[in-house]
Nanobody, 124 residues
């Protein structure tokens, strides 16, 4: 069983930066792959980024080059660094954990554990 808690969301101006974190419980954090998904009002949840247990990263085209996903296994925490934020990035951001690998980690169905979400609002 893994519990995930997101933090770091908030309000930021367009062009600004924000870092959201995902803290995981459990002593086997390093064996999990992690993902970030987001859901804007009236839209379906969409893939943002993933990092596998081995450190490989995958990004949605819409955030590639602007967002960076990293992890600190010693702290059981994943970090999503978001730069050059745009109004279209406004959403609730959810982190998730799974034993997925490769591009399979870009699908929400691959994830078993989910956090409660953190709101990111980008003002234009």
């Amino acid at each position: 069983q893994v519990q995930l808690v997101e933090s770091g969301g908030g309000l930021v101006q367009a062009g600004g930066s924000l870092r959201v974190s995902c803290a995981a419980s459990g002593r086997t954090f390093g064996t999990y792959s992690m993902g970030w998904f987001r859901q804007a009002p009236g839209k379906e949840r969409e893939f943002v980024a993933a990092i596998t247990w081995s450190g490989d990263t995958y990004y949605a085209d819409s955030v590639k080059g602007r967002f960076t996903f990293s992890r600190d296994n010693a702290k059981s925490t994943g970090y999503l660094h978001m730069n050059s934020l745009q109004s279209e990035d406004t959403a609730v951001y959810y982190c998730a954990a799974s034993f997925c690998s490769g591009y399979g980690c870009s699908h929400s169905s691959a994830y078993v554990y989910w956090g409660q979400g953190t709101q990111v609002t980008v003002s234009s």
